[in-house]
Nanobody, 123 residues
Framework: QVQLVESGGGLVQAGGSLRLSCAAS????????MGWFRQAPGKEREFVAA????????YYATSVEGRFTISRDNAKNTAYLQMNSLKPEDTAVYYC????????????????WGQGTQVTVSS
């Protein structure tokens, strides 16, 4: 069982940066692949980024590649999403997720989800 709690969302101007954090409970955090998803108003939830258990492999949606960086600190049971060069179209609720398989995350499925944190980018 893994519980996920996101933090770090907020209001930022276009071109600015935010870092989201996802704190996980449980002693098996390091065995899970972690992912970030987002859902904008009126749109379906979409995959943003994922990272393997060791942090050696990362995956990104085309829309965020080069601007966002996913990372994790297994000693702190925390995953991060550094978001730079933010655009108004990045406005969404961002969700942290955990699963045992990267293909599941990339397909939008996960065994565990956080409650979400709002990111709003003003133009």
């Amino acid at each position: 069982q893994v519980q996920l709690v996101e933090s770090g969302g907020g209001l930022v101007q276009a071109g600015g940066s935010l870092r989201l954090s996802c704190a996980a409970s449980g002693r098996t955090f390091s065995s899970y692949y972690m992912g970030w998803f987002r859902q904008a108003p009126g749109k379906e939830r979409e995959f943003v980024a994922a990272i393997n258990w060791s942090g050696s492999s990362t995956y990104y949606a085309t829309s965020v590649e080069g601007r966002f960086t996913i990372s994790r600190d297994n000693a702190k049971n925390t995953a991060y999403l550094q978001m730079n060069s933010l655009k108004p179209e990045d406005t969404a609720v961002y969700y942290c997720a955990a699963d045992n398989a990267i293909p599941n995350l990339r397909a939008g499925y996960a065994g565990y989800w956080g409650q979400g944190t709002q990111v709003t980018v003003s133009s």
